[in-house]
């Protein structure tokens, strides 16, 4: 997420709105605008459309995971990439750049459109992470490793409203995308959100094991403690720090699953 100056509209919305401005929120898939879906977050959606992205995502692990691993894995990921826009590794870039920036100079080194040392090696770091885990996964099975990104792929999508309405208002900034996603966000848009990500992991669970299962659980865990010292070390949680805690979190699931699956016999 980026930050851009905008305001919340509480209006009434069908599903098939939330849906759309879930969609135009979190990919650069162009979708027509309808009724409000403009005007709102669709943060309710976000582990359904995270759910989507990752069935995309997963179609090079099905095809040739097994055979070719790493290739597989970096197309999965490229693919999110390509769908998203990116939009999510440039917030965690300039994120680190906030960080990493001399006092009094945080806000000017994240708005910056370039991106400094701190935000290149934290995307090369994340998307290596992403590679790796993904690989080592295919390597002992290509369908484990596309239920995986599956539900990595929602849960970190669905964990930007929870963490909106948790502590998103109390550290929100005075403007700005991150601003207006607490304030736009209610308690039932984040637990609908939580509990679409956790149905399609259960599914996923039936398909292919508890191992996702446990992914999940440990990577939200892990994700948590990193983004809670993100907000500690920045004090706000602005557009792009929501960028930061889904491509962690993204991170963590499939590093988690990769840590705890059984190894391949020999």
Request: hydrophobic share 60%; charged share 15%.
């Amino acid at each position: 997420m980026g930050d851009v100056a905008v305001r919340p509209s509480r209006r009434e919305a069908s599903p098939f709105d939330e849906l759309v401005a879930a969609i135009a929120f979190l990919t650069r898939v162009p979708v027509a605008s309808h009724g409000t879906s403009r005007s709102r977050t669709g943060a309710a959606a976000f582990g359904l459309v995270g759910g989507a992205l990752g069935l995309v995502a997963a179609v090079p692990l099905v095809l040739v995971g097994s055979l070719h691993p790493l290739i597989a894995a970096i197309a999965a990921i490229a693919l999110l990439a390509v769908l998203d826009g990116g939009l999510h590794l440039d917030g965690l870039a300039d994120t680190f750049d906030a960080l990493a920036a001399p006092g009094g100079a945080a806000e000017r080194a994240r708005t910056d459109p370039r991106a400094g040392t701190a935000g290149v090696i934290a995307i090369v770091a994340i998307l290596a992470l992403d590679a790796a885990a993904l690989a080592e996964l295919a390597t002992r099975d290509g369908w484990t490793a596309a239920a995986t990104v599956i539900a990595a792929v929602a849960v970190s999508r669905a964990v930007a409203p929870v963490w909106a309405v948790a502590v998103g208002r109390r550290l929100r900034p005075p403007d700005g995308l991150g601003a207006w996603f607490a304030e736009a966000t209610t308690i039932v848009e984040a637990v609908v959100a939580a509990a679409t990500a956790v149905i399609v992991t259960l599914l996923l669970v039936e398909f292919r094991g508890a191992l996702v299962a446990l992914a999940v659980v440990a990577g939200v865990v892990g994700s948590a403690v990193v983004g809670a010292i993100l907000l500690r070390l920045r004090g706000r949680l602005d557009g792009d720090g929501y960028g930061a805690v889904i491509e962690i979190t993204l991170a963590a699931v499939l590093v988690a699953a990769a840590l705890l699956a059984v190894p391949a016999p020999a």
